[in-house]
């Protein structure tokens, strides 16, 4: 096995955490975000070729690492409810749209579900900013998007490490500023709400949340998508977003489809004008499940009220949540 020093664990054993992700990072020094262990993971990736053209040996180490994560993943959510919130990465902190999911997102977690994301910027930050400020005052999160509002936009980042791994110190500077906010805020958070962010190197010029409790972060981009789909079993609601989230959303449609993850969960998209004319996702959507038994599981609405309704009234099939009980070792509460 060749000597080589690697910046991360090929096995590792549990879910990151923040604090073992983002080690390192100090508010006063810019060039302190490129000495973090996640900085220089992504740097190793880039520099090893990006995974298609890693070589032999490292694609060996990525692949034990991805497969780690996602059975520490599995683990992490057994017995949960988890629900996940899909939205553009370009969403920017201060809007309204930012708003609403976070306040989305702490309501679900008051609930008791355990919300899901990408884990990067953008609707995915505000999804875990929500769950972690669940325990507080909608003042605590009014006062949280105030302090993020003064960095809104992420710089342009995806030329911040080049093949070789040279690393450009002015986007670096710029990322840290758009993140010192955000690490700052979840630092002063006692008793954060859980939430699992799943984002990836692929994409590791765009910081991961340091607001969610768990980070299940991969090498391959395609097994974390259709991993990060198959945990969220109560349900996917979209936010407004392009590209990524119009293949998240088929690919969960196919999902429920086929039943590929035991049942039909609930999908809501979250935006009517947006999802019926802007994008026009829902018809295509009602279309394919016209003749489904499950189709009322698919929701298109304004009112994120609606959304926390649609998902908190759905119970997994009877057949099917017997199964997944015993698979826990627990026996099933007799039906009333």
Same mark, same amino acid.
């Given at each position: 096995?060749?000597?080589?020093?690697?910046?991360?664990?090929?096995?590792?054993?549990?879910?990151?955490?923040?604090?073992?992700?983002?080690?390192?990072?100090?508010?006063?020094?810019?060039?302190?975000?490129?000495?973090?262990?996640?900085?220089?993971?992504?740097?190793?990736?880039?520099?090893?070729?990006?995974?298609?053209?890693?070589?032999?040996?490292?694609?060996?180490?990525?692949?034990?690492?991805?497969?780690?994560?996602?059975?520490?993943?599995?683990?992490?959510?057994?017995?949960?409810?988890?629900?996940?919130?899909?939205?553009?990465?370009?969403?920017?902190?201060?809007?309204?749209?930012?708003?609403?999911? +976070?306040?989305?997102? /702490?309501?679900?977690?008051?609930?008791?579900?355990?919300?899901? +994301?990408?884990?990067?910027?953008?609707?995915?930050?505000?999804?875990?900013?929500?769950?972690?400020?669940?325990?507080?005052?909608?003042?605590?999160?009014?006062?949280?998007?105030?302090?993020?509002?003064?960095?809104?936009?992420?710089?342009?980042?995806?030329?911040?490490?080049?093949?070789?791994?040279?690393?450009?110190?002015?986007?670096?500077?710029?990322?840290?500023?758009?993140?010192?906010?955000?690490?700052?805020?979840?630092?002063?958070?006692?008793?954060?709400?859980?939430?699992?962010?799943?984002?990836?190197?692929?994409?590791?010029?765009?910081?991961? +949340?340091?607001?969610?409790?768990?980070?299940?972060?991969?090498?391959?981009?395609?097994?974390?998508?259709?991993?990060?789909?198959?945990?969220?079993?109560?349900?996917?609601?979209?936010?407004?977003?392009?590209?990524?989230?119009?293949?998240?959303?088929?690919?969960?449609?196919?999902?429920?489809?086929? /039943?590929?993850?035991?049942?039909? +969960?609930?999908?809501?998209?979250?935006?009517? /004008?947006?999802?019926?004319?802007?994008?026009?996702?829902?018809?295509?959507?009602?279309?394919?499940?016209?003749?489904?038994?499950?189709?009322?599981?698919?929701?298109?609405?304004?009112?994120?009220?609606?959304?926390?309704?649609?998902?908190?009234?759905?119970?997994?099939?009877?057949?099917?949540?017997?199964?997944?009980?015993?698979?826990?070792?627990? /026996?099933?509460?007799?039906?009333?």
């Amino acid at each position: 096995m060749p000597a080589v020093d690697l910046p991360y664990q090929p096995f590792h054993g549990k879910l990151y955490a923040p604090a073992e992700l983002f080690l390192g990072f100090d508010p006063r020094r810019p060039a302190s975000y490129a000495q973090t262990m996640d900085f220089r993971t992504y740097r190793h990736f880039v520099r090893m070729g990006r995974g298609t053209d890693a070589p032999f040996f490292e694609g060996m180490m990525q692949s034990l690492h991805d497969n780690s994560v996602a059975k520490a993943l599995h683990v992490f959510l057994r017995g949960r409810r988890c629900v996940a919130i899909m939205g553009g990465h370009k969403l920017e902190r201060g809007t309204d749209a930012y708003r609403r999911v +976070s306040v989305l997102a /702490r309501t679900l977690t008051r609930a008791g579900f355990t919300l899901a +994301s990408g884990g990067g910027p953008g609707a995915m930050e505000a999804t875990h900013l929500g769950a972690a400020l669940a325990a507080g005052t909608i003042g605590d999160l009014e006062t949280a998007l105030g302090g993020l509002a003064g960095e809104p936009h992420l710089p342009p980042a995806g030329d911040m490490v080049d093949a070789r791994g040279g690393v450009d110190a002015k986007i670096v500077a710029a990322l840290h500023r758009w993140f010192r906010p955000a690490h700052d805020i979840a630092a002063r958070i006692r008793k954060p709400g859980r939430s699992v962010a799943v984002p990836t190197w692929h994409y590791g010029h765009e910081p991961s +949340s340091p607001f969610a409790t768990h980070i299940a972060k991969y090498f391959q981009n395609s097994v974390r998508e259709d991993g990060l789909l198959s945990i969220a079993t109560y349900g996917v609601i979209y936010s407004e977003g392009k590209a990524g989230t119009l293949q998240e959303i088929f690919q969960d449609a196919a999902q429920n489809y086929y /039943r590929t993850c035991r049942w039909f +969960s609930p999908m809501v998209l979250l935006g009517r /004008r947006y999802w019926t004319r802007t994008y026009p996702v829902a018809p295509v959507l009602a279309k394919l499940f016209a003749e489904d038994r499950e189709q009322h599981r698919l929701l298109v609405t304004d009112d994120i009220d609606d959304a926390v309704r649609h998902i908190k009234k759905f119970k997994p099939p009877a057949a099917v949540a017997r199964v997944l009980h015993a698979e826990r070792g627990r /026996r099933p509460r007799k039906p009333r």
